[in-house]
C-alpha cells in the first residue's frame, strides 16, 4: 500500500494550508509517522477559528507476548522453578527488564544464552508469565501520534479540543473557542468520506 | 557619528587593522579567529571609512556593512513549546547573531492564541530593554492582523513581525515592519530560498536599527556605549572573570553589564573618564530586568550639555 494516499489541508487562507502542509510533512516525518497514517485530511479555518485533523491509521503488527518467541516450562523436578527457554533472541534484553522488575534480580537465574530459569511457583505463574507482554508497538505508534498531533501539529492557542482515537483511526477538533456542534459534524462527515475512499 | 563594519580576512597582519581602528577613534566590538580567518566587527568612524576600505584592500580582506552589529535584539515566540522550536526561533535568533547582532530568545507564558494572547508586565519590560523586538508569528494571516492589535501593548521599542503570509507592512497593525515567507516551519532553514528569506529579515532588521541611529544622532549622548564598555573592561577587574556570554553586551544606546546590581553598581557609578568626568555624570546605572544584572543609559547631550 503506498504511503498517504491521502492528503488534503483545506482552508480558505491558501498560504496558510501550504505553510501548514509543509509542518504536517515535517512532523510526521520527524517522528517516523508517515507509514503509520493511510488516509490524512485537515481543515483549518482561522477565522472560526476552528482546526480539524482526521486519519484513518495502519499500525501494524499487534502487542507481543512471551508465548508468541519463547518455550514457557517447569524446571527441573521438585524444585519451584519456570524454565524459559527463548527462540528469538531480539527481545531478551526487553523480556530481562521486565522480569527483574516483577520477580527482582536474585530470582533469575541464565545459565545459557537461550535459557532462562525463573525462581517462582509454576502454578500459580506460568500462565500468566506466558501472556506477558513484552512489546507495544502499537501503543508506542499511538503515543508518537498523539505527540505530532496534540503537541506539535494543532496551533497552539487552540485549547479547547475534543477528540476520538482508535486503532483505525484518529480525530481531534480543536478551537480557541467553544465548540460547535457543526464542526463536530464536519469533523465525522470527513472521516467517514476518508472510509469510503479507503473502502472503494 | 560611528559606522558597523565587519572585515572578514586572513589571520596573518589582522593586527594591523585592529590598530587602525582604534587608532582613528572606532572600536573593535568582537574578534573571532577561526583557522586562518579572522572575523571582526568594528565601529568606524563615518568619515574614516575610505581609509580603512583601503587597508582592507591592503590585507586582501573584505570589508562589508554590518548593520547589526552592536545591537541587542529580542526574538519573541509565543511559548517556549514544540510549535516553536527548535527551529525558525532558534534559526532565526542564529542567523541574526552571526550578522553581529545579540539575540536573546524570550518565550511568552501566554503568549498563545489570537483573542487569549497577552504580555506580562515583566515581559514587557524585558523586551523594552532590547534595541528591536521580532515577533515570530505563524501561518495564518487573519490570526497575525488579530494578534498584532494587541500583543504589542506598551512595547516602545520597533516590533519587527514574521509569518508566513505576504503582507504589507500597513496591514499589521503596531508592527513596524513585517517580513512574509517565514510562518511556522518545523524544519531547519537551510534552503536556498529560506536563507534568502533570512537574509530580507536581516536587512529589515538593519534598516530598522539604521532609522534608531538616525535618530539618536540627532541628540547623540554624552558618552558613546562603546566607550562604557572600553572603560568598564580597563577599571572593572571582576568583569574579565564572568563566563557570561557577552559580559558587557553594547546596545544602540546603552549597554547591559553581566554583573549584579547590588554589589557593583557604585563601582560602575564612580568609573572615572580621562575627560575628567565620572560615569554616574554622564549615564544612569540602573537595576537591568534581566537577573540582577545592570543597564548603563548614557544621558543626552541635550542633558549634560557635553559628549566625551
Not at chain 2, 59 to 85: D, F, N, Q
Not at chain 2, 273 to 296: W, Y
Request: include cysteine.
Amino acid at each position: 500500500m503506498e504511503q498517504l494516499e491521502t492528503f488534503i489541508v483545506e482552508s480558505p487562507d491558501a498560504v496558510g494550508a501550504k505553510t501548514t502542509r509543509t509542518l504536517i510533512m515535517d512532523t510526521i516525518a520527524d517522528l517516523s509517522l508517515s507509514r503509520v497514517i493511510g488516509r490524512l485530511h485537515v481543515f483549518v479555518d482561522p477565522v472560526e477559528p476552528v482546526f480539524i485533523f482526521a486519519a484513518l491509521l495502519r499500525l501494524g503488527t499487534p502487542s507481543i507476548r512471551l508465548k508468541d518467541f519463547a518455550k514457557v516450562d517447569m524446571g527441573a523436578l521438585g524444585k519451584d522453578e519456570i524454565r524459559i527457554e527463548i527462540d528469538k533472541e531480539e527481545y531478551t534484553i526487553k523480556l530481562l527488564n521486565k522480569l527483574w522488575e516483577r520477580y527482582g534480580k536474585e530470582n533469575i537465574e541464565q545459565p545459557d544464552k537461550n535459557v532462562l530459569i525463573v525462581k517462582a511457583d509454576p502454578l500459580k505463574e506460568m500462565d500468566a508469565m506466558s501472556e506477558l507482554v513484552i512489546e507495544e508497538p502499537q501503543q508506542e505508534v499511538l503515543d508518537r501520534l498523539i505527540d505530532a498531533i496534540a503537541l506539535r501539529i494543532i496551533p497552539e492557542g487552540f485549547r479547547v479540543r475534543k477528540h476520538e482515537l482508535s486503532m483505525s483511526h484518529v480525530l481531534f477538533v480543536a478551537s480557541e473557542d467553544t465548540l460547535k456542534p457543526e464542526w463536530l459534524a464536519k469533523a465525522k462527515d470527513m472521516l467517514e468520506s476518508l472510509r469510503r475512499e479507503e473502502n472503494a | 557619528m560611528l559606522e558597523p563594519v565587519m572585515y572578514v580576512g586572513g589571520v596573518y597582519k589582522h593586527n594591523h587593522m585592529v590598530e587602525l581602528v582604534e587608532d582613528l577613534g572606532g572600536y573593535i566590538l568582537q574578534k573571532n579567529v577561526m583557522q586562518t580567518e579572522v572575523v571582526l566587527l568594528m565601529l568606524v568612524p563615518i568619515n574614516d571609512i575610505a581609509i580603512v576600505e583601503e587597508k582592507a584592500k591592503e590585507l586582501l580582506g573584505k570589508l562589508t556593512r554590518a548593520p547589526l552589529t552592536g545591537s541587542e535584539i529580542a526574538t519573541v515566540a509565543p511559548t517556549l513549546a514544540y510549535h516553536h522550536l527548535p527551529h525558525l526561533d532558534c534559526d532565526v535568533a542564529e542567523f541574526l547573531r552571526k550578522q553581529g547582532a545579540k539575540t536573546n530568545m524570550v518565550g511568552l507564558a501566554r503568549g498563545v492564541g489570537k483573542r487569549i494572547c497577552q504580555l506580562t508586565a515583566y515581559e514587557r519590560d524585558l523586551i523594552n530593554e532590547h534595541d528591536v523586538a521580532v515577533f515570530i508569528l505563524g501561518n495564518y494571516e487573519h490570526c497575525i492582523i488579530e494578534k498584532s492589535k494587541r500583543l504589542y501593548e506598551g512595547i516602545e521599542i520597533p516590533v519587527v513581525v514574521t509569518g508566513a503570509p505576504e503582507l504589507r507592512t500597513e496591514d499589521v497593525p503596531n508592527a513596524t515592519a513585517y517580513v512574509g515567507n517565514f510562518g511556522r516551519i518545523l524544519h531547519h532553514m537551510r534552503h536556498s530560498e529560506e536563507l534568502r528569506t533570512l537574509d530580507k529579515l536581516a536587512e529589515v532588521i538593519g534598516k530598522v536599527l539604521d532609522d534608531i541611529r538616525k535618530e539618536i544622532a540627532k541628540d547623540p549622548p554624552s558618552v558613546a556605549p562603546p566607550r562604557i564598555k572600553k572603560e568598564i573592561e580597563e577599571q572593572v577587574q571582576e568583569i574579565i572573570d564572568s563566563l557570561h556570554p557577552l559580559p558587557i553586551t553594547l546596545q544602540l544606546n546603552g549597554a547591559r553589564v553581566k554583573l549584579p546590581y547590588e554589589e557593583f553598581h557604585e563601582h560602575l557609578e564612580n568609573i572615572k573618564f580621562v575627560e575628567g568626568v565620572t560615569m554616574k555624570e554622564v549615564a544612569q546605572v540602573l537595576p537591568s530586568k534581566m537577573r540582577d544584572f545592570i543597564l548603563i543609559k548614557p544621558r543626552p547631550k541635550s542633558e549634560t550639555g557635553f559628549v566625551i
